[in-house]
């Protein structure tokens, strides 16, 4: 058996950052050593001040407080951390293609071709590498080659461990997983053995009966088809809050009835302004991707059907506000309530406060934004990246402030399009006093209780019903 006392992360993000830091946390005897190229990112992980680390997570920062300096250790020396390591996680970004072939769809796998020719220049003994990045299946026979071609003649085996947690509750989902999948190459010895020293990992805080082994294929594919199956709820609730609007049906009261079938279940059946979030899209395009390169069309136009019809919620709230706001918001003043893709965290990848943004700006409307925990330098680079129009004109329709209250006094109409807890408990009595009337309310996360909104004199409309 392979006792592992020393851990390399390559990629301290989202991932990397959470899962080394329960692992240090559960394992005080093994070091745990976290890497990145982002040197400004090590370097705010780093910060003495812990509440300054780069992502927000609820509970995060009490854990790398407990462990930073004693066993979990953040650097940008990726040589030495991979040298000392028996295992090496590999957490780096696979985003979707920009460029050339699979352009928009595949995986781009350039970052973990990186790291697997560091690991194999670098590593002068036997390694475990884990796959911790969500990859398309097949990688890890790539990442083979890679190692055992270019590598110094010493053994690799390679597992794959995707991560399930979901942002905002990392810590949570860390701590109690509903299960740990790792595929190995059970059909070898040393592949046994590499599955069983990552078992022992987990096995310090997690239950045996959740502690999941399987062939390596199976495990890259369960972490795609996780990510679909749950991606797919919410297209499909979404797409059943449109027929809700139509026909006077209440969208929560379809999802609780429907719900409450214990064969369907009740997560995940939260209508919205459209799921967000950086790997949702991103990993069914290449689920898309992989299934049209083995000519399965089918199979591909399937999943594909989540991506149109998240794309159709998000564009279609935007729409309703331009009409609801008859037919015209040019010069409008509309207030942004969030801009994270859900609810505690400071992520915005893909969320739809950008894509809404940016479609009633086509419109011509002035657009104040509020979030409690996104900087205003993140929120000008997500309309930026888009590219729609020149960077300065986003600077200068686009405001970003500190208070709801500041974002809404004066605007002709407000959307709540992150389900932060704070938005349920404002002063919405003198919200309405300070806007234009009338004050329509948009409420694309279902987050506020029609009545009283009503009652106050707001124009209210909600997804879904
Ligand atoms: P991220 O962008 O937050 O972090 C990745 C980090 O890797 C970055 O800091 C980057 O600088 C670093 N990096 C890239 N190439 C490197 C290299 N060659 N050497 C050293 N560092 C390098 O991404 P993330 O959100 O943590 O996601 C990482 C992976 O985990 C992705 O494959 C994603 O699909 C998957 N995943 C993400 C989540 C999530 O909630 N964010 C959940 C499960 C799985
Ligand atoms: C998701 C999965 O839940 C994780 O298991 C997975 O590890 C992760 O993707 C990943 O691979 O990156 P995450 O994107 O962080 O996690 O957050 P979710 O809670 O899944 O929410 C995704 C989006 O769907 C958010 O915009 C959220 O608001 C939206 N959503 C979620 C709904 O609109 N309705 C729901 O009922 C649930």
Known sequence: MTTIKNICCIGAGYVGGPTMAIIAQKCPDIKVTVVDINEKRIAAWNDEDVNKIPIYEPGLSEIVKEAKGRNLFFSTDVDSAIDNAEMIFISVNTPTKTYGMGKGMAADLKYIELCARQIARVAKNDKIVV????????????????????????????????????????????????????????????????????????????????????NIWSSELSKLTANAFLAQRVSSINAMSELCEKTGANVNEVAKAVGMDSRIGSKFLQSSVGFG???????????????????????????????????????????????????????????????????????????????????????????VVYDPKVTAEQIYAD??????????????????????????????????????DEFKELDWKKIYDDMLKPAFLFDGRRLLDRKTKEELGFEFYAIGS
């Open 383 to 420: 309309l930026d990246y888009l590219g729609t129009r020149p960077d300065s004109e986003n600077r200068s329709l686009v405001k970003v402030v500190n208070t709801a209250e500041e974002a809404c006094k004066d605007s002709h109409a407000v959307a709540v399009l992150t389900e932060w």
């Open 131 to 214: 796959e911790k990045s969500t990859l398309p299946v097949r990688t890890a026979q790539a990442l083979k080659d890679i190692l055992e071609n270019t590598g110094n003649g010493v053994d690799f085996q390679i597992l794959s461990n995707p991560e399930f947690l979901a942002e905002g509750t990392a810590v949570e989902d860390l701590n109690n997983p509903d299960r740990v999948l790792i595929g190995g190459d059970i059909d070898t010895a040393e592949g046994k053995k590499a599955v069983q020293s990552l078992v022992d990992i987990y096995s310090n805080w997690v239950p045996a009966e959740h502690i999941l082994t399987t």
């Open 277 to 367: 979030g950086s790997c949702f899209q991103k990993d069914i395009l290449n689920l898309v991707y992989i299934a049209k390169s083995f000519g399965l069309n089918e199979v591909a136009d399937f999943w594909e059907q989540v991506i149109i019809l998240n794309d159709h919620q998000k564009r279609r709230f935007a729409a309703n506000i331009v009409k609801t706001l008859f037919n015209t918001v040019s010069g409008k003043k509309i207030t942004i309530l969030g801009w994270a893709f859900k609810k505690d965290t400071n992520d915005t990848r893909e969320s739809a406060a950008i894509y809404v943004s940016d479609y009633l700006l086509n419109e011509q409307a002035e657009i």
